[in-house]
Each structure stands twice: as structure tokens, then as C-alpha cells.
């Protein structure tokens, strides 16, 4: 059974439930960590944790059946949290998503095999799966789903090119992809995208007034 960290208001009654996952080597208090930079008290936190810290073996860039079977238990993991969600009575558009590295990819690839309206998608230092030249024919739409992916130009395990092919294909499915490419930056979560992560996350109405 995966052990999941719970954070904030019960989902039922919070105004949106962001699902953080955490990157290869880490743990759900790890990844929790960041719950106060980007949320506030009206949003519930959900941490999974990777069996043995880790959602898949080997880098997101190696041919996926490779990663088998945990990457399709990890995207599991995320489908059943986002199924017992909307069972507690939660549509997609109360249901965030959050990841970094490892758990960036994971988020990204999840949503876009379930594309749908979310709350947001949010992506610190990560891609969709798969090998160059994966054919990216997922399904759906996000309906102007707000979403930010942030990374290094020199990110020792995530390619720019890739960063920049996701946002590609996730504008192409209806989303609306804040990308942001930082100079220079190591692999790590910036104050920047975390004030960017939050952004997203504010009430629209807020938005609104700020933006």
C-alpha cells in the first residue's frame, strides 16, 4: 500500500487538492515541503511516496518498457488518488497536480494520458516519458488548463529539448503552458517557480486582479 502525507483541510471541503510528487531519492515529506511556498490554507496536499523512494528505475529518456512494470504502477498510484478524489465528490477542475524531477515527468506523462480540465499542472525540472521520437498521439483535452513547467537550460537529467517538445504537445492538447528556462540554474526547485507554482494556484478571481 502506498503511504501517502496528507496536508491542509480534508479535500472535501477544500477549494482544490494538489497531488505532490516527489523525485527519485526523495520522499513524500520531502516533496511536502513545498506545500507552504505554493498553497495556501483553503488547499489540501496529498504526497504519495515511491516504493523505495524511486517511481521508475532508470532515466524518463530510456524506451519505457524498460521502466516496466513501475511505471505503470506509479501512473497507477496517481490514478487511483485522483479516482478516490472525484469519488469524494471532486471534478478535475479541483485537482492540481505538482511534481519535481522524477515526479515532474510522472505528473506531465499521467495528465496527458488523462487530459482533462485540472486545477493546474505544475512541473518543476521534468518532460513526458519516453525516448526521442515517441509519438506523442495521447487523447482529450485540457481545456485551458493552467500549467507551468520550469528547468535549467543545463539540467544534467532533463534535456531543454524536451522540456520544450512537451510544452509543445500539451499547448497542442488545450493547455495553457507557462514555460520558463532558467540560465544556468542547477537541478532544483527556484524561488521564481515557486511564486510562479502559486500564481497558479490562487483563486481565479485573484488571478485575475494580480495578473
Request: contains cysteine.
Amino acid at each position: 500500500m502506498t503511504r501517502v502525507l496528507r496536508a491542509g483541510p480534508p479535500p472535501a471541503t477544500a477549494r482544490l487538492t494538489a497531488i505532490l510528487v516527489h523525485g527519485r531519492g526523495a520522499s513524500a515529506s520531502d516533496i511536502m515541503t513545498v506545500a507552504p511556498a505554493i498553497g495556501a490554507d483553503d488547499i489540501a496536499f496529498l504526497a504519495p511516496e515511491a516504493p523505495d523512494h524511486t517511481w521508475y528505475p532508470y532515466s524518463f529518456l530510456v524506451p519505457m518498457e524498460r521502466n516496466e512494470p513501475f511505471l505503470t504502477a506509479s501512473l497507477a498510484t496517481l490514478g487511483r488518488l485522483v479516482d478516490d478524489l472525484k469519488r469524494e465528490g471532486l471534478d478535475g477542475s479541483r485537482i492540481a497536480l505538482a511534481g519535481f524531477s522524477q515526479g515532474a515527468c510522472l505528473s506531465l506523462e499521467f495528465a496527458a494520458r488523462h487530459a482533462s480540465k485540472y486545477a493546474a499542472v505544475i512541473a518543476f525540472s521534468g518532460g513526458l516519458i519516453g525516448p526521442p521520437g515517441t509519438a506523442r498521439d495521447y487523447r482529450g483535452t485540457f481545456e485551458s488548463t493552467p500549467m507551468f513547467i520550469g528547468c535549467s537550460d543545463v539540467d544534467p537529467h532533463i534535456p531543454v529539448e524536451r522540456v520544450r517538445e512537451s510544452t509543445s504537445v500539451l499547448r497542442r492538447m488545450g493547455a495553457h503552458v507557462d514555460e520558463r528556462i532558467y540560465p544556468g540554474m542547477g537541478h532544483v526547485i527556484s524561488d521564481d517557480e515557486l511564486h510562479a507554482a502559486a500564481a497558479l494556484l490562487r483563486p481565479a478571481a485573484d488571478r485575475l486582479r494580480r495578473d
